[in-house]
């Protein structure tokens, strides 16, 4: 019987116990997985709210996935990326901070209060090879969950 290694994809991280919809594309032609929001939000105006999606991503070492908010928050409900863009980096998978779960920081820069409904679509993840330059040396290692690759410096 032949059997494949997992290459890429999501799983729900472990401490959640209600079901989820894992992403899926929109399309046929779609790029991104469309990935939603955990529970319920209110993001009133110049706020800025990290939600949760209770999901996690594994991919190659040589991959990361690329966060875009999806065009309808942008331009209807006047949400935005807090970050401008969001890298899941491959080593973010299974951390022990937070077990790589994916949080969205999403910031309403429109003057009226928006919500985010459990299940609601908020952002597309693209799963994107990267390079490396020429005689990289980088041997450090992440130490834990969101803006760990770095503690030391900021």
Known sequence: MKTTEKTRGFEVVSTISDPIQLPTRGS????????CSL???????????????????????DEYLDLRVRSS???KRQLMLATCASVIDSDYYN??????????VLHNFGNITRNIEPGERIVQGIFT??????NDATTKKRTGGTGSTNKDNN
Do not use: H
């Open 28 to 35: 046929f032609c779609s790029a991104g997985y469309d990935i």
């Open 73 to 75: 928050l942008g331009i």
């Open 129 to 134: 090879k990267y390079f490396l330059v020429d």
């Open 39 to 61: 529970q319920q939000y209110t993001i009133r105006p110049n706020q800025t709210v990290t939600i949760r999606t209770g999901i996690k991503a594994y991919m190659p070492q």
């Open 95 to 104: 951390n022990p901070d937070n077990e790589g779960e994916i949080m969205i």
